[in-house]
């Protein structure tokens, strides 16, 4: 079959995602072309992912990295125009050349041009799922307003979406859980690196500790989100936007060998499941290809190699960050959005080794108990919880040192 090619832009281009996609894209350059990139450091890889696929635009973040981008750029004769800053991210997300958009920045830092992308009703290769977090609402009413599809990447999102029904998948909104016969969601999780390590110790985890997941490789802050199981609270945050799908129904199961991405489970009795190897490049390849099934570059699943699979409840006492993400997410309002910018300054000061990893839920209950109850009402409020809940967290923070 013959393919117009699909114009691409990658928010978040030199990270775990980022370079995750283009490795895909890399495999079938006769399908994809990669119309902008944006990287807010990694200055050396944004020039090597201009030469290998000659995008139009490059943006950066600060205007003195622009520079010596355009410095390298023109050293190798190579024409991409380098912008800069947020407006330059809605720009490159919003283009009328573009098709999809793959958001992959880390952070509530990704949220606006990926709603963005959504209001231009573009495809949205949803990676970031703070953007669901901090703005749930008015990016599903963007979505629902423009037409844009949506496809999920997060792996356990992405086999929930491969696991459902088509008609349900495509329009969540226009039907419920009960209509189709869903009973409800199986999230599943590894568990991270500390599901058995000693609960006196946790305390004493250490950054180096905590980014080592043992089944996925990912950027320094989802890994973090991982060993506390505040991934997977965003996660089930994730999924009640994007599936339409009552709190209640949302299961999470700890599944050590991260081979069932997670399941849907119906009335009749029947489980559906995604499996596969844990290789991010398989959901990137189905939300690229969508409908149709592309080589990604992924080792094929072995079965009799796997030999067992494992599943055990959380541990919320061990996890508080999984239950505090329940809680937000019930009452509502302000509290995900508190959630999310509390949880980024507690993940940042751990990593600078100023927060211990038990302190991290001790910042976000703390920050929920005091800002959860402030009205949104339109995208500025909601960016004023995250600013204000940011300062509070910093505050929060360095008391506890
Ligand atoms: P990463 O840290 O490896 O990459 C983040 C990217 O965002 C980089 O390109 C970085 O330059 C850019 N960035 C960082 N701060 C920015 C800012 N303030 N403004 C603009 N750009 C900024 O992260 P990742 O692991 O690739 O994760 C990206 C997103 O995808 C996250 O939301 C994460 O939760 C989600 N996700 C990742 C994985 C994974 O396997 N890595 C799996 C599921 C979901
Ligand atoms: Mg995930």
Known sequence: MQHAKQVITILGATGSIGQSTLDVIARHPERYEVFAVSGATQLERLVQIAAQFLPRYIVVLEEANAALIRAQLKDR???SEVLVGQDA????ATAPEVDAVMAAIVGAAGM????AAAQAG???LLANKETLVLAGQLFMDAVKASGAQLLPIDSEHNAIFQSLPAIYREQPYASSFDSAGIEKLLLTA???PFR????????????????????????RKISVDSASLMNKGLEVIEAFWLFNAPIDRIEVVVHPQSVIHSMVQYRDGSVIAQLGSPDMRTPIAYGLAYPERIEAGVKPLDLFSIARLDFEAPDLQRFPCLALAYSAIRQGGAAPAVLNAANEIAVDRFLAAELKFTQ???VIEACLGQLAHRQVTCLQSLLEIDADT????????????
């Open 77 to 79: 004769a190579l024409k």
């Open 89 to 92: 991210l809605i720009a490159i």
């Open 112 to 115: 606006p041009a990926t709603l």
């Open 122 to 124: 573009k495809k949205v």
């Open 190 to 192: 590894s568990g991270g």
């Open 196 to 219: 058995t390590r000693p609960f006196d110790t946790l305390a004493s985890i250490t950054p180096a500790e905590a980014i080592k997941h043992p089944n996925w490789s990912m950027g």
């Open 360 to 362: 991290i839920p001790q």
């Open 390 to 401: 940011r300062l509070l967290a910093q505050q929060l923070a360095a008391e506890l040192r």
